[in-house]
């Protein structure tokens, strides 16, 4: 479980760093209240660790299991998707397979 939160603090620090490069000054929060509202949550998710794996009784390990899992989840799709917009490689491939999948579409339709 420490693996997985240190690989979440990792991501969420990653994807501000990415949303940085890409939007520089124009940063939708500014980059100030961002690193602030990033290591909130960065917090929150180790205060729900200590909270519910040190001090508790096991009765929610499950559940706390799961919103871990899906949170990495999220922050990795979340830095995919950045990491995508940034590479014009990744645009060109996905541009590429749509128009192959229209010209397939427009040969099996005549």
């Given at each position: 479980m ?11 620090m ?5 949303t ?12 100030k ?12 998710f ?29 922050f ?10 940034l ?24």
């Amino acid at each position: 479980m420490i693996n997985k939160l240190i690989f979440i603090s990792i991501l969420i620090m990653a994807i501000l760093f990415v949303t940085w490069v890409k939007d520089g000054e124009s940063m939708n929060p500014p980059i100030k209240r961002r690193i602030i509202i990033d290591s909130v949550t960065i917090g929150i998710f180790w205060l729900l660790y200590f909270g519910f794996f040190i001090a508790s009784d096991g009765t929610y390990d499950n559940e706390i299991k799961g919103i871990v899992d899906i949170s990495l989840l999220f922050f990795t799709f979340r830095l995919v998707q950045l990491v995508a917009r940034l590479n014009p490689i990744v645009s060109e491939l996905i541009t590429f397979i749509k128009e192959r999948n229209e010209s397939k579409n427009n040969k099996s339709n005549e």
